[in-house]
């Protein structure tokens, strides 16, 4: 037999196999359930058993003459009916067969079946689109947005909570983007918020163990004590927690020691005396106090003779009144609309993103608690970019300390590219995030008295205690313990390259402040070069306030 005449043969042969077979197997399996099914099978005759046994014998006859495997392969699927397809594409029509199948990012997903613990079917919560306010200390964390390669988060441990609380369902909690979770302000890493929102699709009133009444007081018993959901409230679909944000209120501490002068022996003063003569002049009294001796050490001590000396006689400096105005000065030269390219990371002078608007700074009256004299700001934008408010925090501190004129930060707004340290975070605090524009148009809705605005106000004062035990507090303790603010200026004083040129009396921009950090060695080479390059990518990826 030929070839062509094999194929013609063995395809009606299976064709014909496959029906009769099915009703044998049907005749079979009806007659095996009960006495009652036996005439559902009475159809099905004895002679179509021998008729399909018949065709089987003839099919297998046909294929084997036969050189096509293709036609073999017809008969022996007719055979096995339960055997998967060969191939990736088998495979996966297979996978969907029995519902599992992958999304366009590859990730697998099940066909969902929500049954109870006898089979019947489970009641599915409605899922409602809010704004959740919260706050936290972010000591021990890598940032407030949620990660995928394992970093602890505050937004991990939240949405953790969620779900273990039943405001997440088990369907949705393997990937917080099916729930549009969006936050008004992702913090960087180490610092806090008295106040901050995060919008999402979540079940608002799932069932409750006793004696917990509301779902923020459950969810609260499941999260860090340094982590606090303040409440939620209802929103419109078109909510988005970081869109929707008008602008946001942040708070920088600082302690008052960070103002005083390079001591004359420190490499920073020495460039100072070149570039800048006479500028010790106008600091006065700081310039004085930074040039004192220490006090003598008790006998007996055998700490550390410079640094414990240093670390206790900064901490009792009570800054002057000149040194204030220097820093206040400065300061309201951030106020408006500029290109803060210098202010952040891996942005040049022509990209669009880089201008950004501040609404208010302030700066309060410098204020002791526990042995450190602290000084507050608080910055009120629009917006801002990765580390951007502390690099504003550290340009005016720098420029305080060694007489430099607020003209610098206007010429630091101009197209020549300078590095900017940046401040320690550990004095960074998000106060609160602002839906002045959302609140409106909440109000000119239909039924508006039935909506809720997404206010932070209404929960301030138990905002203000997390503040004193959770942030202040911790703030001070961990400055007296690990002096992050002292040894940060020293690495700032101990600078010897043009990295920090641009802090002279003249208040210019000299072309070598432009130039790359020079091998500078030890603590300044690691200021001047670590806290930005490694940053590039996460400013790229998204901004990231403070």
Same mark, same amino acid.
């Given at each position: 037999?030929?070839?062509?005449?094999?194929?013609?043969?063995?395809?009606?042969?299976?064709?014909?196999?496959?029906?009769?077979?099915?009703?044998?197997?049907?005749?079979?399996?009806?007659?095996?359930?009960?006495?009652?099914?036996?005439?559902?099978?009475?159809?099905?005759?004895?002679?179509?058993?021998?008729?399909?046994?018949?065709?089987?014998?003839?099919?297998?006859?046909?294929?084997?003459?036969?050189?096509?495997?293709?036609?073999?392969?017809?008969?022996?699927?007719?055979?096995?009916?339960?055997?998967?397809?060969?191939?990736?594409?088998?495979?996966?029509?297979?996978?969907?067969?029995?519902?599992?199948?992958?999304?366009?990012?590859?990730?697998?997903?099940?066909?969902?079946?929500?049954?109870?613990?006898?089979?019947?079917?489970?009641?599915?919560?409605?899922?409602?689109?809010?704004?959740?306010l919260l706050g936290f200390c972010g000591t021990g964390y890598s940032g407030m947005q949620i990660q995928t390669h394992g970093s602890r988060t505050i937004e991990g441990d939240f949405f953790d909570a969620l779900v273990k609380a039943g405001a997440i369902s088990?369907?949705?909690?393997?990937?917080?983007?099916?729930?549009?979770?969006?936050?008004?302000?992702?913090?960087?890493?180490?610092?806090?918020?008295?106040?901050?929102?995060?919008?999402?699709?979540?079940?608002?009133?799932?069932?409750?163990?006793?004696?917990?009444?509301?779902?923020?007081?459950?969810?609260?018993?499941?999260?860090?004590?340094?982590?606090?959901?303040?409440?939620?409230?209802?929103?419109?679909?078109?909510?988005?927690?970081?869109?929707?944000?008008?602008?946001?209120?942040?708070?920088?501490?600082?302690?008052?020691?960070? *103002?005083?002068?390079?001591?004359? !022996? /420190?490499?920073? @003063?020495? =460039?100072?005396? +070149?570039?800048?003569? #006479? &500028? $010790? %002049?106008?600091?006065?009294?700081?310039?004085?106090?930074?040039?004192?001796?220490?006090?003598? *050490?008790?006998?007996?001590?055998? !700490? /550390?003779?410079? @640094?414990? =000396?240093?670390? +206790?006689?900064?901490? #009792? &400096? $009570? %800054?002057?009144?000149?040194?204030?105005?220097?820093?206040?000065?400065?300061?309201?030269?951030? *106020?408006?609309?500029?290109?803060?390219?210098?202010?952040?990371?891996? =942005?040049?002078?022509?990209?669009?993103?880089?201008? $950004?608007?501040?609404?208010?700074?302030?700066?309060?009256?410098?204020?002791?608690?526990?042995?450190?004299?602290?000084?507050?700001?608080?910055?009120?934008?629009?917006?801002?970019?990765?580390?951007?408010?502390?690099?504003?925090?550290?340009?005016?501190?720098?420029?305080?300390?060694?007489?430099?004129?607020?003209?610098?930060?206007?010429?630091?707004?101009?197209?020549?590219?300078?590095?900017?340290?940046?401040?320690?975070?550990?004095?960074?605090?998000?106060?609160?995030?602002?839906?002045?524009?959302?609140?409106?148009?909440?109000?000119?809705?239909?039924?508006?008295?039935?909506?809720?605005?997404?206010?932070?106000?209404?929960?301030?004062?138990?905002?203000?205690?997390?503040?004193?035990?959770?942030?202040?507090?911790?703030?001070?303790?961990?400055?007296?313990?690990?002096?992050?603010?002292?040894?940060?200026?020293?690495?700032?004083?101990?600078?010897?390259?043009?990295?920090?040129?641009?802090?002279?009396?003249?208040?210019?921009?000299?072309?070598?402040?432009?130039?790359?950090?020079?091998?500078?060695?030890?603590?300044?080479?690691?200021?001047?070069?670590?806290?930005?390059?490694?940053?590039?990518?996460?400013?790229?990826?998204?901004?990231?306030?403070?």
């Amino acid at each position: 037999m030929s070839e062509p005449h094999a194929k013609r043969s063995a395809s009606p042969d299976a064709d014909e196999l496959t029906t009769k077979r099915a009703r044998v197997e049907a005749a079979t399996a009806a007659a095996a359930v009960s006495d009652g099914a036996v005439s559902a099978a009475a159809s099905v005759t004895a002679d179509d058993a021998k008729e399909g046994a018949n065709v089987v014998e003839e099919a297998t006859i046909n294929v084997s003459t036969s050189t096509d495997a293709n036609a073999a392969q017809t008969i022996a699927s007719a055979d096995e009916p339960a055997q998967a397809e060969a191939g990736p594409a088998g495979a996966e029509r297979e996978r969907k067969r029995k519902g599992v199948g992958r999304d366009a990012r590859g990730t697998e997903w099940r066909q969902r079946t929500p049954t109870g613990d006898a089979g019947e079917k489970k009641e599915r919560l409605p899922k409602r689109k809010v704004a959740v306010l919260l706050g936290f200390c972010g000591t021990g964390y890598s940032g407030m947005q949620i990660q995928t390669h394992g970093s602890r988060t505050i937004e991990g441990d939240f949405f953790d909570a969620l779900v273990k609380a039943g405001a997440i369902s088990a369907d949705n909690a393997v990937d917080h983007r099916k729930n549009d979770l969006q936050r008004a302000a992702r913090t960087d890493a180490g610092v806090h918020a008295a106040g901050n929102c995060i919008s999402l699709k979540m079940i608002i009133a799932p069932p409750l163990p006793e004696p917990y009444t509301t779902l923020t007081d459950y969810v609260n018993t499941l999260l860090p004590a340094q982590i606090r959901m303040w409440g939620f409230v209802r929103v419109m679909r078109s909510f988005q927690a970081r869109q929707s944000c008008d602008s946001r209120v942040y708070e920088y501490l600082l302690p008052t020691y960070c *103002l005083l002068p390079p001591s004359s !022996a /420190d490499p920073l @003063a020495k =460039r100072l005396d +070149e570039t800048s003569p #006479g &500028w $010790r %002049v106008p600091l006065g009294a700081a310039a004085e106090f930074a040039d004192a001796e220490p006090a003598p *050490l008790e006998d007996g001590d055998v !700490a /550390d003779p410079r @640094a414990r =000396r240093e670390y +206790e006689r900064r901490r #009792g &400096w $009570r %800054v002057d009144q000149a040194s204030v105005d220097r820093f206040r000065a400065l300061v309201k030269e951030y *106020l408006g609309t500029h290109n803060f390219h210098n202010y952040t990371v891996g =942005r040049p002078y022509t990209d669009r993103s880089v201008k $950004r608007h501040m609404i208010e700074i302030t700066v309060r009256e410098p204020q002791v608690y526990g042995e450190i004299e602290w000084l507050s700001v608080k910055i009120h934008g629009q917006s801002f970019m990765l580390h951007q408010i502390r690099k504003m925090m550290s340009m005016a501190m720098l420029a305080t300390r060694t007489g430099t004129p607020p003209r610098v930060i206007r010429e630091s707004y101009n197209k020549q590219p300078i590095h900017v340290p940046k401040a320690p975070p550990l004095g960074l605090l998000l106060e609160a995030p602002q839906f002045a524009t959302y609140n409106r148009k909440t109000r000119q809705q239909p039924k508006a008295d039935e909506r809720e605005y997404v206010d932070l106000a209404k929960y301030q004062k138990e905002m203000d205690a997390f503040k004193v035990e959770w942030i202040y507090d911790r703030l001070k303790k961990d400055e007296l313990e690990t002096h992050v603010f002292h040894k940060w200026i020293r690495q700032m004083d101990c600078t010897t390259s043009n990295v920090l040129a641009f802090l002279n009396t003249a208040g210019t921009i000299p072309p070598e402040a432009s130039m790359q950090p020079a091998q500078d060695g030890g603590a300044a080479k690691q200021a001047a070069e670590s806290d930005d390059e490694s940053d590039v990518g996460d400013a790229k990826a998204e901004e990231l306030e403070g």
